[in-house]
């Protein structure tokens, strides 16, 4: 409805981790120059994590529109596998036809295709998102997965990315041997209050923006009060604010505005 009313050409604040909306902070860059270093030295494991909302799957969506000539890529969103229908899943991401279902069958076909992307001279990937609610014996798959390679190189990069609670699970001495393994780490903070600001400025010139639609300064204040830097609670009262600027025929938005969005957020609650 708002869209119209705003003349956007799409909606600004998706909750859809839609990569060409991303904002990038100067800790998400260094979050993604990171992940880059890590895969491009072939170092085996990287570990991502950040708090709910923080925006690991979009920047892990820009990290796969980064690698392309020169690599094979997959993304596993949902963890909670067991062990063969992780491998399954695996298979399927990279677009292996799997001739044996069980477990064993899965390992052998995978490391056939690591090493022959390895001949051609392409690199693996594979990203594994919401790792901390992967179930146990599945997360120490992914350590076995690690010893596919050669004399003298990783046949594939795994990349773990998570909520805090991943930290402290690889903390525990039942996976002390895949916390050795892992040689990057970066944990991806919330934005400031002058990020916040930047984030929405940017979201709505993407959605088409106009120079006379934007968030006041009291507006962006209340913005941030309420989400605290969490970019998915500031895509949801930014959207709600665009409504209720709609509704009241609001050319900009403003903290009264943000505030009735907030109420009816809370309400849903």
């Not at 072939?42 to 709910?52: A, D, N, P, S, Y």
């Not at 076909?109 to 390895?118: D, H």
């Amino acid at each position: 409805m708002y869209k119209d009313f705003y003349r956007l050409t799409e909606e600004p604040f998706n909750l859809t981790p839609d990569p060409r909306f991303l904002f990038l902070t100067d800790k998400h860059r260094d979050a993604l120059d990171h992940l880059l270093y890590g895969i491009r030295q072939r170092k085996g494991f990287i570990c991502l994590t950040g708090e709910v909302g923080a925006g690991k799957t979009t920047l892990c969506r820009r990290l796969l529109n980064e690698l392309k000539d020169g690599y094979h890529t997959a993304l596993i969103l949902n963890p909670m596998l067991s062990q063969t229908q992780m491998l399954r899943a695996i298979a399927q991401e990279f677009g292996i036809v799997a001739r044996c279902r069980d477990r064993l069958g899965y390992m052998q076909i995978l490391n056939e295709f690591l090493l022959a992307a390895s001949a051609q001279g392409k690199d693996v990937v594979l990203l594994i998102d919401e790792v901390q609610d992967m179930p146990d014996d599945t997360l120490e798959l992914t350590r076995l997965l690690s010893n596919l390679e050669t004399a003298s190189r990783k046949l594939l990069q795994i990349v773990l990315v998570g909520q805090p609670e991943l930290r402290e699970k690889l903390a525990s001495p039942q996976f002390r041997q895949l916390a050795q393994r892992i040689t990057v780490w970066y944990h991806l903070g919330t934005l400031t209050h002058d990020e916040t600001d930047q984030y929405l400025r940017h979201r709505l010139k993407i959605a088409g923006a106009e120079d006379g639609l934007q968030f006041d300064a009291s507006a962006v204040r209340e913005v941030f009060e309420y989400s605290q830097g969490t970019p998915r609670l500031i895509n949801a009262v930014g959207d709600k604010a665009l409504l209720a600027g709609y509704v009241y025929q609001k050319a900009s938005i403003d903290a009264r505005t943000v505030q009735l969005a907030i109420r009816e957020l809370k309400e849903a609650c």
